[in-house]
């Protein structure tokens, strides 16, 4: 890099328009392995799909497919435009029928919900993470969007736990015992 390209480098970082910045290093790593990450549980849910039983938690599980096949769009577009290689994509996964899975090699509802919502949790993380990494403004505010849709959707779910009934609180601490005077 010659001298003129580093001060377009600089000038770039300094800019008002995102898209002239480069991505550091934290960001392409940041973005490639949600984009990996992402990938997988989006392949894990078609799954999860075919052991769904009840009708909400597969109304949800289509939704937040739906969602994440969005932002794989959406971050694969930013890796491609800075010249980043894309992590590989799983197949589809295909539709079964939820009477051809063995009752013993199913996961159940209440299963699925509890490991949806840990996904869930683990992603408002990355997406916090990768926000907190980020200089470039377009790529702070991109995953600030992923993580309101992800907050949003584990509200959804924890309805979904507490109406079901699936959802087992850890012991309540309601009574606290009395200091003892020395």
């Known amino acids: ?25 934290g960001e392409v790593f940041g973005v490639w392995s949600y984009l990996a990450g992402t990938k997988g549980y ?9 052991h769904t039983g009840d009708e909400d938690l597969k109304k949800f599980l289509e939704d937040i497919i739906q969602a994440m096949k969005q932002e794989i769009e959406q971050v694969e577009k930013l890796l491609k435009v800075n010249g980043v290689g894309l992590p590989p994509t799983p197949p ?18 209440p299963e699925i919900a509890a490991s949806v919502s840990k996904d869930i949790a683990a992603g408002l993380v ?23 849709t992800k907050a949003q959707y584990g509200v959804r779910l924890l309805r979904i736990n507490k109406e079901k009934g699936w959802l087992i609180p850890p012991p309540l601490h309601v009574k606290t015992p009395e200091l003892a005077h020395v």
């Not at 989006?42 to 999860?48: E, K, N, P, V, W």
């Not at 990355?126 to 309101?148: P, W």
């Open 126 to 148: 990355a997406c916090s993470q990768i926000m907190g990494q980020s200089i470039r403004e377009d790529i702070g505010m991109m995953f600030g969007q992923f993580h309101v």
């Open 92 to 109: 589809d996964r295909p539709t079964a029928a939820l009477e051809s899975i063995p009752v013993g090699a199913r996961f159940n509802d």
């Open 1 to 25: 890099m010659n001298i003129l390209q580093l001060g377009r480098t600089i000038m770039g970082i300094l800019s008002d328009n995102p898209q002239n910045e480069p991505m550091h290093y």
């Open 42 to 50: 989006l392949a894990g849910y078609q799954t999860l799909i075919n």
